[in-house]
C-alpha cells in the first residue's frame, strides 16, 4: 500500500500513516510527511513515535527533524515536549533541548528533575549562569541527591564560585562518601577557599578511593607540591607515570617536584620527557628556560624561552624571562626595548613594572634574587691614604715575616714526627756515643785532647753540625717553602734566613742542654774561653749560612744538587777532624786538609774549649773570609736569579 | 694605588715558545674603584693577578703599590698540611701584622669549622680548605682585594654569608678581578679593563669593556 503521490493531501491520514509507522515504512511516512506542508497538531503524537523509530534505527538527522515538527505542533502537549527533550538532548541540539526543558517546568514547577536536565542542556550550550540557577535548584529541592548536588557544585566551582559551590559539594559528599569524584572536586573547592590542609585531606581520600585515576592524583600532587611534601607528591606522580607513561601533566608535576627539591638536573630530566609528548606546550619551554637558566646554560635557557614565547606571544612570564635573559647577556638595549613593550602590554602588572625597573637599575639578580650585588658604590667609606713607610717600618715588618717563618718552621720542621723537636737533642747524642764507643776502645785511653771522649768528640761535632744543618736546611727552604712566596711579603731571602736562623739557635740550645748533661754527669765541660767559643759558633753559622744560600740556589737550578751536597757532606765528616786533630796528621796530609773551612771551623771551637790546644795552622781570618765570601755569592746569587726562584715551580 | 710602569711579562709554553702577557704596559688602578679585568683563556689572567699580588716579578719594568694588596683571594696554597687551621691563619696574621686575636676570632665566626680549626689541615675536605682560604683572606684588612675569577663555595646559605662578608668588606676595600665571564664583573665591578696580545686596555664603564670584549671574542672565533 502506498500513499497516493499525485494528489496532495491536506491532512494526515492518521489510520494510514500509523499503520505505515507500525509496519515500520520508515521512509514512506517520512515521505509523506515532507510533502504534507501543514500538519494538524493533533499529528503531533505520531511524528513524535515516527522521530523515535528514527532515532532508535540511528537516522539521528531526519529524526530531529521530526522533533522540530512535533514541537512546532504541540509545545504545549507535555507527552511530546517530554519526548522532544530527551531527543533533543540526545542529539546534541542542547538550544532546543533547554526550550523543551522550559516548557515542562513551566508546566510542572515541582519537577525536580527537569531542572537539572535543564541544567544540564544549558551548560551544553554554554549558558552557564542559568545553568547555575536551575543546577542550584534542583539541589536545593532535593538535597537528598547525589547527582543534583554533585551537578551543581561542579558547575559553580568550573564558574569559579568555589564559596557557593562547596556546600554542595560538601552535601554530595556527605551523601556518598565513598565518591572519589565528589571529594575531589570538594578538595578542588576548599583549597580555593585557601583551607589547603582540608583540601588536601580530601584530595588524598579521594586518591586513595581511586588510585588509578590520573586526575585525581595530578590534583593530589599539586596540593602536595603547595604543603612542601615533595617525597609524598613524587611517590604519587611515580606510581602514575608507570601507569601512564604518555601523560605529560604528571611529567611536568615531576619537574616542579624536583626542582623545588633542589634537584634540577632531575627536574630538567622529566621536563624534557614531558616536551617529548606536547613539543609545542609554551608553559612547558618556559620551565625549561628557567631551570636550565638556574644550571646557568644561559644560551639554551634563552633557547627555550625565546621558544615559548614564540609559541604563547602573550605570555607575559615567557616575555619577562627574555627581559631578565636579555640583562643578563649584557643586551641592555634590547632589555629596555622589550621592558617598554612588556608595560605596554601588561600596565598594571607588578612583576613586569619591577623587571624593568631592575633593567633600568642596572641591577643584576638572578630570578630567585639569590645574589647580592656588592657594587654598591653608595656606602663605600674613604680611607686615609697610607703614608710610605720607612725604615723603620720596613725593619718591623721584615722582623715580623721573620718571627711569623720561624715559628712556623718550628712547628713543621720534623713534619709528622712524634719525637719532634727531640730529633734535633738525639742525633749528636747518638754521634758522640757511638764515636766514644768506638774510639775509645781504638785508642784504649786518652782522647787526644782533653781527659773525656764525650767533650772531645762533643767540641768536633757541634760546629760540624751547626754547619750541616744551617746549610743543608737553607738548601731545602725555597723549594720546600714555594708556595709562601705567593704571599707578598714573604721574599725567598725572608724564608732562607729564617730557616738559618732557626737552625743555628737549635743546635746552640743542643749544645748547652749537652754542657749541662756532662755537667749531671759528673765530666767537667766547661769551655775554657766562652768569647772564643761562641764567636767560632757565630763564624760557623756564617759560613753554613752562604753556604747554604748558595746550594739554595743550586738547588733550584739543577734539581739533584741535594743529593750531592749530602754526599759531601758525609766527605766532610772525614776531612774535617772531628774525631781526630789534623795535628796527628803527616803535614802534606794537613796541609791539604787546611784548605777546608770547616776544619778551621773546628779547631777555632777547639782552641776555645781547651785553653791546652792552639794549633798553629788554625787560621781564623780564613774562615771569616770564606764566610764572607759565600754569603756574598749567596745573596747575589739569591738577588740576581730571584726572578727564577720565586716563579711557581 | 698600583701602578705599572713599563712591564712587561712573558712565560714559556709547552711548545717552546714564549707567551706574551703583558708588552710594556703601564698603567694605574686607582683608589676606589673596583676594575673587572676580562681575558680569554691563557690570555695571562692568573699571571697578571700574581704580578699585582707581588708574588711573581715582571721580566722589565716595575709595579709600585701603595696600597696593602692581598694574596690572591681564596688562595690556599700556603698553607702547611700538618699544621691546624689555626697555626695556619695565626701564621698569615703574623706575616701582616694583623691582630692574632681578631683574626682568629673572625676567621672561626666565618668559616664554622668547629673542632677541625684545631685539627691538621690535611684532614680537611676540600671544601673547608676553601672556607678557610677565603675566611683568612677576609679577615685581614686589606686596602685591595685581588680576585682571580669568583669562585663560589658550599652551599646556598654558606655562599650568601661569604657574599655578605664581602661586601662588608667592599665598603672600605677595593677590588681588582680577573674573569672570563661578563656576567662577575657586572656584578662586583664599575671599571672594565681587558688583557688581551699583551696589553691592558681600561674602560671608563662596565658596558664599554664589555661591548669591547664581546666584539674580540667575536672575532677570534
Known amino acids: ?649 | 694605588m698600583i701602578t705599572l710602569d713599563g712591564v712587561s711579562k712573558s712565560y714559556p709554553t709547552a711548545q717552546g715558545g714564549r707567551r706574551i702577557v703583558l708588552d710594556n704596559v703601564s698603567a694605574a688602578f686607582p683608589d676606589g674603584s673596583n676594575v673587572g679585568i676580562l681575558g680569554g683563556n691563557g690570555a695571562g689572567k692568573s699571571t697578571l693577578i700574581r704580578l699585582l699580588a707581588g708574588s711573581e716579578m715582571p721580566d722589565r719594568g716595575r709595579i709600585r703599590r701603595s696600597s696593602r694588596v692581598s694574596f690572591p683571594l681564596g688562595y690556599g696554597g700556603t698553607f702547611h698540611g700538618s699544621l691546624s687551621g689555626r697555626e695556619n691563619v695565626s701564621f698569615i696574621a703574623r706575616i701582616y701584622g694583623a691582630n692574632l686575636r681578631e683574626t682568629i676570632d673572625y676567621v672561626i665566626e666565618f668559616t664554622e669549622l668547629d673542632i677541625y680549626f684545631d685539627m691538621p689541615v690535611n684532614t680537611y675536605s676540600a671544601g673547608m680548605r676553601a672556607r678557610l682560604a677565603f675566611g683568612t683572606c677576609l679577615a685581614i684588612d686589606f686596602d685591595i682585594y685581588l680576585i682571580d675569577e669568583v669562585t663560589e663555595i658550599g652551599d646556598d646559605r654558606f655562599r650568601r654569608k661569604c657574599a655578605l662578608a664581602f661586601r662588608e668588606r667592599m665598603r672600605r676595600s677595593d677590588i681588582i678581578l680577573v674573569t672570563h665571564n661578563s656576567r662577575t664583573i657586572r656584578q662586583y665591578c664599575d671599571r672594565g679593563a681587558i688583557l688581551a696580545d699583551g696589553e691592558l686596555r681600561f674602560y671608563e664603564d662596565i658596558a664599554g669593556a664589555l661591548d669591547c670584549y664581546r666584539r674580540l671574542s667575536e672575532t677570534l672565533q
Open chain 1, 1 to 649: 500500500m502506498s500513499f497516493d503521490h499525485h494528489s496532495p493531501q491536506l491532512a494526515i491520514d492518521h489510520k494510514r500513516f500509523s499503520q505505515a509507522l507500525e509496519r515500520d515504512a520508515l521512509d514512506v511516512c517520512l515521505d509523506y510527511l515532507r510533502r504534507n506542508q501543514a500538519p494538524e497538531p493533533e499529528a503531533a503524537k505520531l511524528i513524535s513515535r515516527l522521530s523515535e523509530k528514527l532515532f532508535r534505527n540511528g537516522r539521528t538527522d531526519d529524526a530531529v527533524e521530526c522533533g522540530r515538527l512535533a514541537f512546532a505542533l504541540a509545545a504545549n502537549d507535555n507527552e511530546v515536549a517530554d519526548f522532544c527533550a530527551w531527543l533533543f538532548s540526545n542529539c546534541g541540539c542542547y538550544a532546543e533541548a533547554v526550550a523543551a526543558y522550559e516548557r515542562l517546568i513551566e508546566h510542572r514547577p515541582d519537577w525536580v528533575e527537569g531542572y537539572r536536565h535543564a541544567s544540564g542542556a544549558l551548560a551544553a550550550t554554554g549558558a552557564m549562569d542559568r545553568a547555575i540557577a536551575f543546577a542550584v535548584k534542583a539541589s536545593n529541592l532535593a538535597p537528598d541527591n547525589f547527582d543534583y548536588a554533585f551537578h551543581a557544585g561542579c558547575l559553580l566551582l568550573d564558574a569559579g564560585k568555589a564559596e557557593e559551590a562547596a556546600p554542595h559539594l560538601a552535601r554530595a559528599v556527605a551523601i556518598e562518601p565513598e565518591n572519589p569524584r565528589a571529594a575531589r572536586a570538594l578538595s578542588a573547592a576548599i583549597y580555593s577557599l585557601d583551607r589547603l590542609d582540608e583540601a588536601l585531606r580530601l584530595a588524598l581520600q579521594a586518591e586513595a578511593l581511586a588510585p588509578g585515576d590520573t586526575d585525581i592524583t595530578i590534583h593530589a600532587t599539586e596540593l602536595l607540591l603547595r604543603s612542601e611534601r615533595i617525597d609524598d607528591a613524587l611517590g604519587l606522580l611515580d606510581a602514575a607515570t608507570d601507569r601512564e607513561p604518555t601523560n605529560p601533566t604528571l611529567w611536568r608535576l615531576i619537574s616542579a617536584a624536583e626542582s623545588q627539591s633542589g634537584a634540577t638536573e632531575a627536574a630538567l630530566a622529566a621536563i624534557e620527557r614531558a616536551l617529548a609528548l606536547v613539543p609545542d606546550n609554551a608553559e612547558y619551554h618556559l620551565h625549561r628556560g628557567h631551570l636550565l637558566y638556574r644550571c646557568g646554560d644561559f644560551v639554551a635557557a634563552a633557547e627555550a624561552i625565546n621558544r615559548a614565547a614564540a609559541l604563547d606571544p602573550c605570555s607575559q612570564s615567557a616575555k619577562r624571562a627574555q627581559l631578565e635573559l636579555l640583562v643578563v647577556g649584557g643586551q641592555l638595549t634590547e632589555a629596555t626595548a622589550m621592558g617598554g613593550e612588556l608595560l605596554r602590554a601588561f600596565p598594571d602588572d607588578n612583576a613586569s613594572a619591577e623587571a624593568v625597573l631592575r633593567v633600568l637599575n642596572h641591577r643584576l639578580d638572578t630570578i630567585d634574587g639569590d645574589y647580592v650585588v656588592v657594587a654598591d658604590r653608595s656606602r663605600h667609606l674613604s680611607r686615609p691614604p697610607r703614608t710610605e713607610p720607612s725604615f723603620i717600618d720596613r725593619m718591623r715588618s721584615q722582623t715580623r715575616v721573620l718571627f711569623a717563618l720561624i715559628i712556623r718552621e718550628t712547628r713543621t720542621r720534623f713534619g709528622e714526627s712524634r719525637l719532634g723537636y727531640g730529633w734535633a737533642l738525639i742525633e749528636p747524642v747518638l754521634h758522640i756515643a757511638l764515636l766514644s764507643a768506638v774510639f775509645s776502645l781504638l785508642m784504649r785511653g786518652a782522647p787526644p785532647i782533653g781527659t773525656h771522649f764525650f767533650v772531645f768528640y762533643y767540641s768536633g761535632l757541634v760546629p760540624y753540625l751547626v754547619f750541616i744543618h744551617t746549610s743543608t736546611s737553607i738548601m731545602h727552604g725555597v723549594t720546600s717553602n714555594g708556595s709562601l712566596l705567593q704571599l707578598p711579603p714573604v721574599k725567598s731571602f725572608d724564608v732562607i734566613l729564617a730557616r738559618g736562623l732557626l737552625e743555628f739557635a737549635t743546635d746552640i740550645v743542643v749544645a748547652v742542654i749537652l754542657l749541662v748533661g756532662f755537667a749531671a754527669m759528673g765530666i767537667p765541660a766547661m769551655p775554657d774561653n766562652l768569647w772564643s767559643v761562641a764567636t767560632a759558633l757565630i763564624a760557623t753559622g756564617l759560613l753554613g749560612c752562604g753556604v747554604g744560600f748558595v746550594n739554595a740556589v743550586l738547588q733550584t737550578l739543577f734539581h739533584g744538587w741535594d743529593k750531592l751536597w749530602n754526599n759531601m757532606t758525609r766527605l766532610l765528616y772525614f776531612f774535617s777532624g772531628i774525631f781526630y786533630v789534623p795535628g796527628m796528621m803527616p803535614d802534606w796530609a794537613r796541609d791539604s786538609l787546611a784548605w777546608n773551612p770547616l776544619l778551621h771551623a773546628i779547631d777555632w771551637f777547639r782552641a776555645g774549649f781547651f785553653g791546652t790546644y792552639q794549633p798553629h795552622w788554625l787560621d781564623r781570618r780564613y774562615l771569616l773570609v770564606t764566610a764572607i765570601l759565600a754569603l756574598l755569592a749567596g745573596l747575589s746569587l739569591e738577588r740576581g736569579l730571584r726572578r727564577q726562584l720565586s716563579e711557581p715551580a
